[in-house]
C-alpha cells in the first residue's frame, strides 16, 4: 500500500490533534518508505525489539510503537541516553522509519482507541459519553457486581500477576471509567461523572490518599495493561488493508512478585 496513503488513513482514527500537548508523536526515525507491505507492531521500540527484527529489517517497511522513541527534546534526550542513541543511529543506518501513535491512539475516533478496546476485550460495552480528558471511557454494567468480583474479572482477563484495589467507596458497582497506562490523577473527573469506579495506573501515594478521602473507588493496573495496543493496531491496520504483513513483538514482561 502507499505509505503516505496508509497514514492518512490511520489518521481518520488516530489524528494528532487528539494528542495530549506533552506527547510526541508521528514520525520518530527516517522517512516513509513509498509503499509498505510489512509492518512490525511494538508497545515501545528499544535494543530488544531491535535485536528481535535485525536479521529482517531488509523486509520491513514501517515500524510502530505505542511510546514514543523521543519523549521530550532530541537533543537532551540523545546527550544524556547513550543507549537511546546507539540504537537510533542504528535505525538511521537501516532506513526503516518509525511512527508512534500515542496519546492520538489513546483518544483514538471510532471505538477503535486504547481504552475502547479494554473495555470490549472485558467483554462490555463503551458508553456514549464525552469526557472533558478525550482519552477516558465509560461502562455501566448490566447488573451490580461486587467491586473484589470485578477486580478479579479485570486481573483474570488480562493475565495480570495482580492489581491494586482501593475500595474506600461503594461495595458493588454499576459502573465504571478508565484510562490505561498513567492516569490516575484524573480520578476526579470519574467520580464527579457518576462512576463507581476508577480504573488506571501508575498512582503515587498522594493521589491514592486523595482518592480514599474522598471515599472512592480506585483499580490501579500494570502499566503494561496497554500491550492490547498490538491487538487494536493491527485489527484497524487490517480493516485499511487486509493484505498488510503485521508482525506483533509483544517483549514486555509483568515486574515479577515476590
Given at each position: 500500500m502507499n505509505s503516505k496513503k496508509l497514514l492518512r488513513e490511520l489518521a481518520k482514527f488516530y489524528p494528532k490533534s487528539l494528542k495530549e500537548s506533552y506527547d510526541r508523536v508521528g514520525k520518530?526515525?527516517?522517512?516513509?518508505?513509498?509503499?509498505?507491505?510489512?509492518?512490525?507492531?511494538?508497545?515501545?521500540?528499544?535494543?530488544?525489539?531491535?535485536?528481535?527484527i535485525a536479521d529482517k529489517l531488509d523486509n520491513i517497511d514501517l515500524i510502530i510503537s505505542h511510546h514514543p522513541f523521543f519523549f521530550g527534546p532530541k537533543g537532551r534526550i540523545m546527550k544524556n541516553d547513550p543507549l537511546k542513541k546507539e540504537l537510533y543511529e542504528k535505525m538511521v543506518a537501516s532506513q526503516v522509519p518509525l511512527y508512534a501513535f500515542h496519546t492520538n491512539f489513546d483518544a483514538g475516533k471510532a471505538h477503535k482507541g486504547m481504552n475502547d478496546a479494554i473495555i470490549e476485550e472485558l467483554g462490555f460495552k463503551v458508553d456514549k459519553i464525552a469526557f472533558k480528558d478525550l482519552a477516558m471511557r465509560g461502562c455501566h454494567l448490566n447488573k451490580k457486581m461486587a467491586i473484589d468480583d470485578f477486580a478479579l474479572l479485570f486481573k483474570k482477563t488480562f493475565a495480570l500477576p495482580m492489581v491494586e484495589l482501593i475500595n474506600a467507596g461503594q461495595k458493588e458497582i454499576t459502573s465504571f471509567a478508565l484510562i490505561a497506562g498513567g492516569g490516575s490523577r484524573r480520578y476526579l473527573e470519574a467520580m464527579n461523572s457518576g462512576y463507581d469506579l476508577f480504573i488506571s495506573g501508575d498512582a503515587p501515594h498522594h493521589v491514592r490518599r486523595e482518592i480514599v478521602l474522598n471515599k472512592y473507588n480506585y483499580l490501579n493496573v500494570y502499566h503494561e495493561i496497554e500491550r492490547i495496543f498490538l491487538k487494536r493496531m493491527k485489527k484497524t491496520l487490517l480493516e485499511i488493508d487486509p493484505s498488510l504483513n503485521i508482525i506483533l513483538i509483544d517483549h514486555e514482561e509483568f515486574p515479577k512478585i515476590i
Amino acid at each position: 500500500m502507499n505509505s503516505k496513503k496508509l497514514l492518512r488513513e490511520l489518521a481518520k482514527f488516530y489524528p494528532k490533534s487528539l494528542k495530549e500537548s506533552y506527547d510526541r508523536v508521528g514520525k520518530m526515525i527516517n522517512n516513509l518508505k513509498d509503499d509498505t507491505a510489512t509492518i512490525v507492531l511494538c508497545l515501545d521500540f528499544d535494543e530488544i525489539v531491535y535485536q528481535q527484527i535485525a536479521d529482517k529489517l531488509d523486509n520491513i517497511d514501517l515500524i510502530i510503537s505505542h511510546h514514543p522513541f523521543f519523549f521530550g527534546p532530541k537533543g537532551r534526550i540523545m546527550k544524556n541516553d547513550p543507549l537511546k542513541k546507539e540504537l537510533y543511529e542504528k535505525m538511521v543506518a537501516s532506513q526503516v522509519p518509525l511512527y508512534a501513535f500515542h496519546t492520538n491512539f489513546d483518544a483514538g475516533k471510532a471505538h477503535k482507541g486504547m481504552n475502547d478496546a479494554i473495555i470490549e476485550e472485558l467483554g462490555f460495552k463503551v458508553d456514549k459519553i464525552a469526557f472533558k480528558d478525550l482519552a477516558m471511557r465509560g461502562c455501566h454494567l448490566n447488573k451490580k457486581m461486587a467491586i473484589d468480583d470485578f477486580a478479579l474479572l479485570f486481573k483474570k482477563t488480562f493475565a495480570l500477576p495482580m492489581v491494586e484495589l482501593i475500595n474506600a467507596g461503594q461495595k458493588e458497582i454499576t459502573s465504571f471509567a478508565l484510562i490505561a497506562g498513567g492516569g490516575s490523577r484524573r480520578y476526579l473527573e470519574a467520580m464527579n461523572s457518576g462512576y463507581d469506579l476508577f480504573i488506571s495506573g501508575d498512582a503515587p501515594h498522594h493521589v491514592r490518599r486523595e482518592i480514599v478521602l474522598n471515599k472512592y473507588n480506585y483499580l490501579n493496573v500494570y502499566h503494561e495493561i496497554e500491550r492490547i495496543f498490538l491487538k487494536r493496531m493491527k485489527k484497524t491496520l487490517l480493516e485499511i488493508d487486509p493484505s498488510l504483513n503485521i508482525i506483533l513483538i509483544d517483549h514486555e514482561e509483568f515486574p515479577k512478585i515476590i
